[in-house]
């Protein structure tokens, strides 16, 4: 059964870095697609980026673009997400999630989502 | 970048009751790419529909989706109680793989 455990809750300050881990066990991992969604408080899904292992080539959101770095470790099996510049309204739970083969697949597989706080 | 859009924002029905929601994408996009997801307070999303209307493992037959182009929808044949849940559609054949703002169906 395929299982995606991530890393857990963090609080940072504004300006500060966070990386997020997402490690998965179960099934393959290197040519399933992996991606990071987010989720303010009380707010909506939102695609953040996604890499395929094998490649290693991540694509983003342009919101995204040069402040989060989305990149997987294939002797682990593990995918991670860092994000920079941090500022509250990156205040959200954060969830990895892996789809099938190829890019452009469903994510089929959650991870049980990290909450990350910025705050002063 | 592929916008997506929900109607409604809330529907409000009772068990036994059928659910309908819609999804319209701001672009024509292959219906070979159109997911809906269920998320409940506290849990990560679920995938209900890929392919705009096949089920993914597990999911009740209760539960099908529809439609083509740009309009798209999820029905949901008669609400059990643990249906009441948020709703969302997202499209993942064109990056970014953009999701609509939801639907949350709740008991009347």
């Known amino acids: 059964q395929v299982q995606l455990v991530q890393s857990g809750a963090e609080v940072k300050k504004p300006g500060s870095s966070v990386k997020v881990s997402c490690k998965t066990s179960?099934?393959?991992?290197?040519?399933?697609?992996i991606s990071w969604v987010r989720q303010a408080p009380g707010r909506g899904l939102e695609w953040m980026g996604g890499i395929i292992p094998f490649f290693g080539t991540a694509n983003y959101a342009q919101k995204f673009q040069g402040r989060v770095t989305i990149t997987a470790d294939e002797s682990t099996n593990t995918a991670y997400m860092e994000m920079r510049s941090l500022r509250s309204e990156d205040t959200a739970v954060y969830y990895c999630?892996?789809?099938?083969?190829?890019?452009?697949?469903?994510?089929?597989?959650w991870g049980q989502g990290t909450l990350v706080t910025v705050s002063s | 970048e592929i916008v997506l859009t929900q109607s409604p924002g809330t529907l409000s029905l009772s068990p036994g009751e059928r659910a309908t929601l819609s999804c319209s994408t701001s672009?024509?996009?292959?219906?070979?790419?159109l997911a809906w997801f269920q998320q409940k307070p506290g849990q990560a999303p679920r995938l209900l529909i890929f392919?705009?209307?096949t089920r993914a493992t597990g999911v009740p037959d209760r539960f099908s989706g529809s439609g083509s182009g740009t309009d798209f929808t999820l029905t949901i044949s008669r609400l059990e109680p643990e249906d009441f849940a948020v709703y969302y559609c997202q499209q993942y054949g064109v990056s970014p793989f953009t999701f609509g703002p939801g639907t949350r169906v709740d008991i009347k």
């Open positions: 179960g099934g393959a991992f290197s040519r399933h697609a």
């Open positions: 392919g705009a209307s």
């Open positions: 672009h024509t996009i292959n219906s070979a790419y």
């Open positions: 999630a892996r789809g099938g083969r190829g890019r452009e697949t469903p994510q089929d597989y």
